[in-house]
């Protein structure tokens, strides 16, 4: 059956610190593979999709970046963090049907 | 206006009551999907739809494409039930997800 890891599952950094928050997924082969971010009282957001190894694309304009350096593996990273990245971000993976698959999350606070 | 609306945003009930929440999208759609977040925030998928209705133990999902509506339906709710319902559309056109802002539900004893 498939899995989907994300950590850490919660985080403190301060402003202007990097980032680098990881998901992995078992069980599956190339899938299409997303991060989200779902920020204070507000509503999910698609930050970056992958539909392969080395490709990324980008939703929303913004300090974060993405990378897919394996297959199952799907890493959200920023140089500096500013205090607007705090929120809880969700990697989820899909197949060929239209379901998705969500990972715990992980919830970050940015100081 | 946001392509995916939900109704309530917020929902109170009695342990027993008859639960329903609305979601309305604007987009064409592949599929519609209902989540569960519970306060941890980890998400559940419940189910997802492109036609007619499903049923799973005491939710049940129905979607209406010709008048983009669904609805989600918790029969005899239960405190564990408790949670942040969310729905999310499967864009037609750009093959991603939009999803609504969510609907807090809360089930007293």
């Known amino acids: 059956s498939q899995t989907i890891h994300q950590w850490p599952a919660t985080l403190v950094q301060p402003v202007g610190s990097p980032l680098s928050l990881e998901c992995t997924v078992e069980g599956t082969s190339n899938p299409n593979l997303y991060w989200y971010r779902q920020a204070a009282g507000r509503g999910l957001q698609l930050l970056f999709y992958?539909?392969?190894?080395?490709?990324i694309s980008s939703e929303v304009p913004q300090n974060l970046s993405a990378s897919r350096p394996q297959d199952r593996q799907f890493i959200l990273s920023s140089k500096k963090l500013l205090l607007s990245d705090s929120g809880f971000y969700l990697c989820a993976w899909s197949g060929d049907a239209y379901e998705q698959y969500f990972g715990p999350g992980t919830r970050l606070t940015v100081t | 206006k946001n392509e995916v609306e939900q109704s309530p945003q917020n929902l109170t009930a009695q342990e027993g009551e008859f639960i329903t929440i609305n979601c309305s999208y604007s987009v064409g759609i592949s599929a519609l999907h209902w989540l569960q977040q519970h306060p941890g925030g980890g998400i559940v998928s419940l189910f997802m739809?492109?036609?007619g209705k499903k049923k799973h133990g005491r939710l049940i999902a129905t979607i209406n494409i010709q008048e983009k509506h669904s609805s989600l339906h918790i029969t005899a709710s239960h405190p564990r039930d408790s949670a942040v319902y969310i729905c999310?559309?499967?864009?037609?056109?750009?093959?991603?997800?939009?999803f609504g802002t969510g609907t807090r539900l809360q089930v007293f004893p």
């Open positions: 992958s539909v392969g190894i080395g490709q």
């Open positions: 999310a559309v499967l864009s037609y056109n750009t093959d991603k997800l939009i």
């Open positions: 739809l492109s036609s």
